[in-house]
Protein backbone atom coordinates (compact mmCIF):
# COMPACT_ATOMS: atom_id res chain seq x y z
CA UNK A 1 0.00 0.00 0.00
CA UNK A 2 1.18 3.38 -1.06
CA UNK A 3 1.74 5.83 1.92
CA UNK A 4 -0.84 8.55 2.48
CA UNK A 5 1.81 11.47 1.71
CA UNK A 6 2.54 9.40 -1.87
CA UNK A 7 -1.37 9.27 -2.60
CA UNK A 8 -2.60 12.76 -1.30
CA UNK A 9 0.92 13.97 -3.86
CA UNK A 10 -0.87 11.72 -6.52
CA UNK A 11 -4.44 13.25 -6.26
CA UNK A 12 -2.59 16.45 -6.35
CA UNK A 13 -1.55 15.73 -9.42
CA UNK A 14 -4.56 14.23 -10.94
CA UNK A 15 -6.07 17.51 -10.36
CA UNK A 16 -3.20 19.18 -12.17
CA UNK A 17 -3.38 16.94 -15.71
CA UNK A 18 -7.18 17.55 -15.16
CA UNK A 19 -6.81 21.30 -15.92
CA UNK A 20 -4.34 20.47 -18.85
CA UNK A 21 -7.13 18.77 -20.46
CA UNK A 22 -9.08 22.20 -20.07
CA UNK A 23 -6.87 23.80 -21.25
CA UNK A 24 -6.19 21.55 -24.19
CA UNK A 25 -10.09 22.89 -24.86
CA UNK A 26 -11.79 19.16 -23.81
CA UNK A 27 -15.02 19.19 -22.08
CA UNK A 28 -17.03 15.71 -20.52
CA UNK A 29 -20.35 15.43 -19.38
CA UNK A 30 -19.22 11.43 -18.07
CA UNK A 31 -16.93 10.84 -15.70
CA UNK A 32 -15.21 7.10 -14.37
CA UNK A 33 -13.27 6.60 -11.55
CA UNK A 34 -11.87 3.21 -11.64
CA UNK A 35 -8.27 1.16 -11.29
CA UNK A 36 -7.95 -0.05 -8.14
CA UNK A 37 -10.17 1.84 -4.91
CA UNK A 38 -10.41 5.64 -6.09
CA UNK A 39 -12.29 6.03 -2.82
CA UNK A 40 -9.40 5.11 -0.27
CA UNK A 41 -8.96 8.71 0.58
CA UNK A 42 -12.70 9.94 0.58
CA UNK A 43 -11.34 13.61 0.93
CA UNK A 44 -9.13 13.41 -2.03
CA UNK A 45 -11.48 12.05 -4.20
CA UNK A 46 -14.27 14.26 -3.58
CA UNK A 47 -11.99 17.35 -3.70
CA UNK A 48 -10.82 15.47 -7.57
CA UNK A 49 -14.67 15.23 -8.36
CA UNK A 50 -15.95 18.33 -7.37
CA UNK A 51 -12.89 20.26 -9.50
CA UNK A 52 -13.83 18.10 -12.33
CA UNK A 53 -17.47 20.14 -11.80
CA UNK A 54 -15.83 23.26 -11.86
CA UNK A 55 -14.11 22.41 -14.85
CA UNK A 56 -16.24 20.59 -17.60
CA UNK A 57 -20.12 19.88 -17.86
CA UNK A 58 -20.64 16.87 -15.89
CA UNK A 59 -23.35 15.47 -15.81
CA UNK A 60 -22.71 11.85 -14.16
CA UNK A 61 -19.82 10.79 -12.06
CA UNK A 62 -19.56 6.77 -11.86
CA UNK A 63 -17.12 5.36 -9.66
CA UNK A 64 -15.78 2.15 -8.15
CA UNK A 65 -15.33 1.15 -4.16
CA UNK A 66 -15.00 -1.80 -2.31
CA UNK A 67 -17.94 -3.26 -0.15
CA UNK A 68 -16.54 -1.65 3.39
CA UNK A 69 -16.30 1.41 1.88
CA UNK A 70 -20.01 1.25 2.16
CA UNK A 71 -19.95 3.04 5.56
CA UNK A 72 -21.91 6.12 6.44
CA UNK A 73 -18.68 7.98 6.71
CA UNK A 74 -17.81 7.31 3.10
CA UNK A 75 -21.50 7.23 2.01
CA UNK A 76 -22.09 10.82 3.20
CA UNK A 77 -19.89 12.00 1.34
CA UNK A 78 -19.95 10.36 -1.93
CA UNK A 79 -23.99 10.69 -1.58
CA UNK A 80 -24.57 13.66 -4.10
CA UNK A 81 -21.35 13.70 -5.75
CA UNK A 82 -21.38 10.20 -7.57
CA UNK A 83 -24.61 9.24 -9.56
CA UNK A 84 -23.66 5.59 -10.17
CA UNK A 85 -21.43 3.66 -7.82
CA UNK A 86 -20.11 0.32 -8.53
CA UNK A 87 -19.35 -1.95 -5.28
CA UNK A 88 -16.57 -5.19 -6.30
CA UNK A 89 -18.44 -8.03 -4.48
CA UNK A 90 -17.40 -11.19 -6.55
CA UNK A 91 -19.48 -13.30 -4.87
CA UNK A 92 -21.58 -13.73 -1.77
CA UNK A 93 -20.07 -17.07 -0.55
CA UNK A 94 -17.76 -17.57 2.62
CA UNK A 95 -16.01 -20.15 0.95
CA UNK A 96 -15.32 -17.98 -2.18
CA UNK A 97 -14.57 -14.64 -0.43
CA UNK A 98 -11.92 -16.33 1.68
CA UNK A 99 -10.41 -18.37 -1.56
CA UNK A 100 -10.04 -14.54 -2.36
CA UNK A 101 -8.77 -13.22 0.37
CA UNK A 102 -11.74 -10.74 0.83
CA UNK A 103 -13.66 -12.22 4.22
CA UNK A 104 -11.10 -10.63 6.45
CA UNK A 105 -10.48 -7.50 3.88
CA UNK A 106 -14.32 -6.68 3.52
CA UNK A 107 -16.77 -9.15 5.56
CA UNK A 108 -19.07 -12.22 4.87
CA UNK A 109 -21.49 -12.08 2.72
CA UNK A 110 -23.72 -11.75 4.77
CA UNK A 111 -22.55 -8.40 6.03
CA UNK A 112 -21.68 -7.21 2.45
CA UNK A 113 -25.47 -7.79 1.20
CA UNK A 114 -26.48 -5.67 4.42
CA UNK A 115 -24.34 -2.59 3.76
CA UNK A 116 -25.62 -2.99 0.07
CA UNK A 117 -29.13 -2.63 1.41
CA UNK A 118 -28.24 -0.26 3.57
CA UNK A 119 -26.11 2.24 0.72
CA UNK A 120 -28.46 1.30 -2.39
CA UNK A 121 -31.13 4.75 -1.77
CA UNK A 122 -28.04 7.09 -1.67
CA UNK A 123 -27.55 6.90 -5.64
CA UNK A 124 -29.22 6.83 -9.13
CA UNK A 125 -27.61 3.30 -9.60
CA UNK A 126 -25.83 0.95 -6.78
CA UNK A 127 -23.84 -1.50 -8.87
CA UNK A 128 -22.93 -4.65 -7.51
CA UNK A 129 -20.12 -6.29 -9.37
CA UNK A 130 -20.09 -10.30 -9.67
CA UNK A 131 -17.71 -12.80 -11.11
CA UNK A 132 -19.41 -16.49 -12.64
CA UNK A 133 -16.90 -19.52 -13.58
CA UNK A 134 -14.81 -20.07 -10.44
CA UNK A 135 -13.31 -23.18 -10.64
CA UNK A 136 -14.63 -24.05 -7.22
CA UNK A 137 -17.77 -22.71 -7.75
CA UNK A 138 -21.07 -24.45 -8.16
CA UNK A 139 -24.01 -24.26 -9.91
CA UNK A 140 -25.85 -24.31 -6.50
CA UNK A 141 -23.15 -21.22 -4.94
CA UNK A 142 -23.86 -19.04 -8.94
CA UNK A 143 -27.76 -19.44 -8.14
CA UNK A 144 -27.62 -18.63 -4.30
CA UNK A 145 -25.61 -14.87 -5.44
CA UNK A 146 -28.08 -14.47 -8.48
CA UNK A 147 -31.24 -14.87 -5.54
CA UNK A 148 -29.33 -12.29 -3.36
CA UNK A 149 -28.48 -9.91 -5.89
CA UNK A 150 -32.51 -9.90 -7.09
CA UNK A 151 -32.92 -9.44 -3.08
CA UNK A 152 -30.37 -6.74 -1.95
CA UNK A 153 -32.03 -3.74 -3.72
CA UNK A 154 -29.22 -2.79 -5.87
CA UNK A 155 -30.56 -0.96 -9.12
CA UNK A 156 -27.88 -2.92 -11.53
CA UNK A 157 -25.54 -5.79 -11.54
CA UNK A 158 -22.92 -7.16 -13.63
CA UNK A 159 -21.66 -10.72 -13.91
CA UNK A 160 -18.66 -11.03 -15.79
CA UNK A 161 -16.33 -14.19 -16.30
CA UNK A 162 -12.94 -14.98 -14.58
CA UNK A 163 -10.54 -13.54 -16.71
CA UNK A 164 -6.60 -13.05 -16.19
CA UNK A 165 -3.62 -12.41 -18.35
CA UNK A 166 -1.34 -15.04 -20.00
CA UNK A 167 1.40 -13.56 -17.40
CA UNK A 168 -0.65 -14.72 -14.30
CA UNK A 169 -2.17 -17.99 -16.01
CA UNK A 170 0.29 -20.30 -13.63
CA UNK A 171 -0.25 -18.39 -10.23
CA UNK A 172 -4.11 -17.96 -10.95
CA UNK A 173 -4.30 -22.03 -11.77
CA UNK A 174 -2.18 -23.01 -8.29
CA UNK A 175 -4.54 -20.68 -6.72
CA UNK A 176 -7.98 -21.06 -7.80
CA UNK A 177 -7.72 -24.00 -10.80
CA UNK A 178 -8.24 -24.09 -14.10
CA UNK A 179 -11.13 -22.37 -15.69
CA UNK A 180 -13.84 -24.66 -17.05
CA UNK A 181 -14.89 -22.48 -20.34
CA UNK A 182 -17.81 -25.24 -21.25
CA UNK A 183 -19.05 -24.61 -18.15
CA UNK A 184 -18.65 -21.09 -18.51
CA UNK A 185 -21.12 -21.48 -21.46
CA UNK A 186 -23.48 -23.32 -19.05
CA UNK A 187 -22.76 -20.78 -16.04
CA UNK A 188 -23.49 -17.67 -18.05
CA UNK A 189 -26.81 -19.28 -19.96
CA UNK A 190 -27.99 -19.86 -16.43
CA UNK A 191 -27.84 -16.09 -15.07
CA UNK A 192 -28.65 -14.46 -18.51
CA UNK A 193 -32.24 -16.57 -18.18
CA UNK A 194 -32.67 -16.15 -14.40
CA UNK A 195 -32.26 -12.63 -14.41
CA UNK A 196 -33.50 -11.60 -17.15
CA UNK A 197 -35.99 -13.66 -18.80
CA UNK A 198 -39.81 -14.81 -18.65
CA UNK A 199 -42.67 -12.34 -17.12
CA UNK A 200 -42.11 -10.44 -14.09
CA UNK A 201 -37.88 -10.87 -14.48
CA UNK A 202 -36.40 -8.83 -12.27
CA UNK A 203 -34.12 -7.29 -14.43
CA UNK A 204 -33.38 -6.29 -18.08
CA UNK A 205 -30.17 -6.89 -19.95
CA UNK A 206 -27.82 -3.43 -20.36
CA UNK A 207 -25.11 -5.30 -21.77
CA UNK A 208 -24.18 -8.65 -22.53
CA UNK A 209 -23.04 -9.04 -18.72
CA UNK A 210 -24.91 -5.70 -17.21
CA UNK A 211 -28.22 -6.12 -16.00
CA UNK A 212 -30.68 -3.11 -15.02
CA UNK A 213 -33.27 -3.61 -12.45
CA UNK A 214 -36.99 -3.28 -14.07
CA UNK A 215 -38.14 -0.46 -13.85
CA UNK A 216 -34.83 1.62 -13.44
CA UNK A 217 -33.68 0.99 -17.26
CA UNK A 218 -31.16 3.17 -18.83
CA UNK A 219 -33.71 6.06 -19.89
CA UNK A 220 -35.64 6.19 -16.44
CA UNK A 221 -32.88 6.50 -14.81
CA UNK A 222 -30.65 8.79 -17.10
CA UNK A 223 -27.35 7.85 -19.37
CA UNK A 224 -25.17 6.36 -16.89
CA UNK A 225 -22.23 4.99 -18.12
CA UNK A 226 -22.47 1.18 -17.78
CA UNK A 227 -18.89 0.45 -17.04
CA UNK A 228 -15.22 1.50 -17.64
CA UNK A 229 -14.90 0.07 -21.02
CA UNK A 230 -16.59 2.38 -23.49
CA UNK A 231 -19.79 1.48 -23.97
CA UNK A 232 -21.41 4.80 -24.02
CA UNK A 233 -18.30 6.58 -25.45
CA UNK A 234 -16.38 4.83 -27.89
CA UNK A 235 -13.35 7.91 -27.44
CA UNK A 236 -12.43 8.45 -24.12
CA UNK A 237 -8.76 10.54 -22.68
CA UNK A 238 -8.11 8.82 -19.42
CA UNK A 239 -5.76 10.67 -16.91
CA UNK A 240 -3.95 8.83 -14.04
CA UNK A 241 -0.89 6.40 -13.77
CA UNK A 242 -1.11 3.44 -16.28
CA UNK A 243 -4.57 4.93 -17.91
CA UNK A 244 -5.67 3.96 -21.39
CA UNK A 245 -7.04 6.92 -23.70
CA UNK A 246 -8.53 5.95 -27.27
CA UNK A 247 -9.03 9.10 -29.34
CA UNK A 248 -8.97 9.55 -32.82
CA UNK A 249 -7.97 6.05 -33.80
CA UNK A 250 -5.00 6.27 -31.73
CA UNK A 251 -4.59 4.55 -28.51
CA UNK A 252 -2.65 5.93 -25.18
CA UNK A 253 -0.84 4.59 -22.52
CA UNK A 254 0.44 6.61 -19.66
CA UNK A 255 3.61 5.28 -17.58
CA UNK A 256 2.83 3.05 -14.91
CA UNK A 257 5.69 4.55 -12.77
CA UNK A 258 5.37 6.62 -10.18
CA UNK A 259 7.57 9.07 -10.46
CA UNK A 260 7.87 9.26 -14.35
CA UNK A 261 4.41 10.23 -13.71
CA UNK A 262 4.90 12.66 -11.43
CA UNK A 263 8.22 14.23 -13.08
CA UNK A 264 5.86 14.26 -16.00
CA UNK A 265 2.77 16.53 -14.88
CA UNK A 266 5.55 18.41 -12.45
CA UNK A 267 6.84 19.37 -16.18
CA UNK A 268 3.78 19.97 -17.54
CA UNK A 269 3.54 17.97 -19.49
CA UNK A 270 1.43 14.26 -20.38
CA UNK A 271 3.06 11.29 -18.93
CA UNK A 272 2.95 9.26 -21.72
CA UNK A 273 5.03 5.80 -22.34
CA UNK A 274 3.64 4.72 -25.47
CA UNK A 275 1.08 5.02 -27.75
CA UNK A 276 -0.12 2.80 -31.24
CA UNK A 277 -2.56 3.51 -34.06
CA UNK A 278 -5.42 1.45 -34.73
CA UNK A 279 -5.40 0.35 -38.25
CA UNK A 280 -9.20 0.49 -39.94
CA UNK A 281 -9.70 -2.94 -39.53
CA UNK A 282 -9.18 -2.90 -36.15
CA UNK A 283 -11.46 0.02 -35.18
CA UNK A 284 -14.10 -1.47 -37.57
CA UNK A 285 -13.18 -4.88 -35.08
CA UNK A 286 -13.44 -3.11 -31.84
CA UNK A 287 -16.55 -1.34 -32.86
CA UNK A 288 -18.55 -4.81 -34.14
CA UNK A 289 -17.14 -6.15 -30.63
CA UNK A 290 -18.18 -3.33 -28.58
CA UNK A 291 -21.97 -2.86 -29.91
CA UNK A 292 -22.26 -6.51 -30.18
CA UNK A 293 -21.36 -6.29 -26.34
CA UNK A 294 -23.85 -3.71 -26.02
CA UNK A 295 -26.41 -5.80 -27.76
CA UNK A 296 -27.14 -3.62 -30.81
CA UNK A 297 -24.77 -2.75 -33.40
CA UNK A 298 -26.24 -0.20 -35.62
CA UNK A 299 -25.93 -1.10 -39.63
CA UNK A 300 -26.11 2.31 -40.86
CA UNK A 301 -24.16 3.83 -38.55
CA UNK A 302 -21.18 1.41 -39.31
CA UNK A 303 -21.11 2.32 -42.59
CA UNK A 304 -21.28 5.84 -42.57
CA UNK A 305 -18.55 5.98 -39.85
CA UNK A 306 -16.16 3.50 -42.03
CA UNK A 307 -17.13 3.56 -45.81
CA UNK A 308 -17.82 0.07 -46.31
CA UNK A 309 -20.72 -2.51 -44.95
CA UNK A 310 -20.34 -4.41 -42.11
CA UNK A 311 -20.65 -7.58 -44.03
CA UNK A 312 -17.85 -6.16 -46.53
CA UNK A 313 -15.62 -4.66 -43.99
CA UNK A 314 -15.75 -7.87 -41.61
CA UNK A 315 -17.00 -10.96 -43.95
CA UNK A 316 -14.95 -13.56 -41.36
CA UNK A 317 -16.50 -12.45 -38.29
CA UNK A 318 -19.78 -11.92 -39.82
CA UNK A 319 -19.56 -15.66 -41.70
CA UNK A 320 -18.53 -17.01 -38.28
CA UNK A 321 -21.67 -15.21 -36.17
CA UNK A 322 -24.23 -15.99 -38.65
CA UNK A 323 -22.98 -19.83 -39.19
CA UNK A 324 -23.47 -20.24 -35.30
CA UNK A 325 -27.00 -18.48 -34.94
CA UNK A 326 -25.64 -15.38 -33.42
CA UNK A 327 -28.12 -12.84 -34.56
CA UNK A 328 -31.41 -12.54 -33.32
CA UNK A 329 -31.98 -10.04 -36.16
CA UNK A 330 -30.19 -9.02 -39.13
CA UNK A 331 -31.49 -6.39 -41.19
CA UNK A 332 -30.93 -3.34 -43.43
CA UNK A 333 -30.59 -1.30 -39.65
CA UNK A 334 -29.30 -3.68 -37.03
CA UNK A 335 -27.39 -6.94 -35.62
CA UNK A 336 -29.27 -7.89 -32.42
CA UNK A 337 -28.30 -11.29 -30.57
CA UNK A 338 -29.81 -15.26 -29.77
CA UNK A 339 -28.72 -15.98 -26.25
CA UNK A 340 -25.72 -18.06 -28.16
CA UNK A 341 -24.45 -14.51 -29.66
CA UNK A 342 -24.62 -12.78 -26.50
CA UNK A 343 -22.14 -15.81 -25.24
CA UNK A 344 -20.07 -15.26 -28.53
CA UNK A 345 -19.84 -11.33 -27.41
CA UNK A 346 -18.91 -11.91 -23.74
CA UNK A 347 -16.23 -14.27 -25.07
CA UNK A 348 -14.59 -11.37 -27.28
CA UNK A 349 -14.92 -8.64 -24.59
CA UNK A 350 -13.30 -11.41 -22.22
CA UNK A 351 -9.98 -11.70 -24.29
CA UNK A 352 -10.25 -7.90 -24.88
CA UNK A 353 -9.65 -7.42 -21.01
CA UNK A 354 -7.60 -10.26 -20.67
CA UNK A 355 -5.17 -8.43 -23.37
CA UNK A 356 -5.40 -5.17 -21.01
CA UNK A 357 -4.54 -7.14 -18.24
CA UNK A 358 -1.25 -8.55 -20.00
CA UNK A 359 -0.65 -4.89 -21.08
CA UNK A 360 -0.85 -3.91 -17.52
CA UNK A 361 1.28 -6.49 -16.23
CA UNK A 362 3.86 -6.00 -18.90
CA UNK A 363 4.33 -2.52 -17.91
CA UNK A 364 4.65 -3.14 -14.40
CA UNK A 365 7.12 -6.05 -15.14
CA UNK A 366 9.16 -3.13 -16.14
CA UNK A 367 9.51 -1.51 -13.04
CA UNK A 368 12.04 -1.80 -10.53
CA UNK A 369 12.91 -0.71 -6.79
CA UNK A 370 10.22 0.02 -4.30
CA UNK A 371 8.06 0.70 -7.36
CA UNK A 372 7.66 -2.47 -8.42
CA UNK A 373 6.65 -3.97 -4.97
CA UNK A 374 4.31 -0.97 -5.35
CA UNK A 375 2.83 -1.37 -8.13
CA UNK A 376 2.99 -4.92 -9.56
CA UNK A 377 -0.08 -7.16 -8.98
CA UNK A 378 -1.65 -10.64 -9.60
CA UNK A 379 -3.44 -10.01 -12.67
CA UNK A 380 -6.64 -10.71 -11.36
CA UNK A 381 -9.75 -8.16 -11.18
CA UNK A 382 -9.63 -7.30 -7.07
Known amino acids: MPSVKTSRAYFDRLRREMRMLEDLGYDFESIYCGGGTPTILID ?14 IQEISCETNPNHLAKPYLDQMEGRIQRLSVGVQSFNDDLLRQMDRYEKYGSGREIFDRIGEAAARFDILNVDMIFNFPSQTESVLRRDIELIKECGCQQTTFSPLYFSRATTKKMLDTLGSPDYEREYA ?14 AAFERRTVWTFNRAGCGFHACGEIPVDEFGVSYEEYPAIGSGAVTHLGGTIYVNTFSLREYNEAIDGGRMSLMGKAALSKRDLMRYRFMQELYALRLDKKRFEHDFGVSVERGLPVEMAFMRANGAFATNTADE ?12 VMQRQFLSGLNELRDQARAALVGP ?3 LLFGDGTRE
Do not use: N, P
Request: net charge negative; hydrophobic share 35%.
Open 44 to 57: ELCQTLDLARDLFS
Open 187 to 200: YYRLLDAELADGDG
Open 335 to 346: LTLTAKGRYYAL
Open 371 to 373: ERE
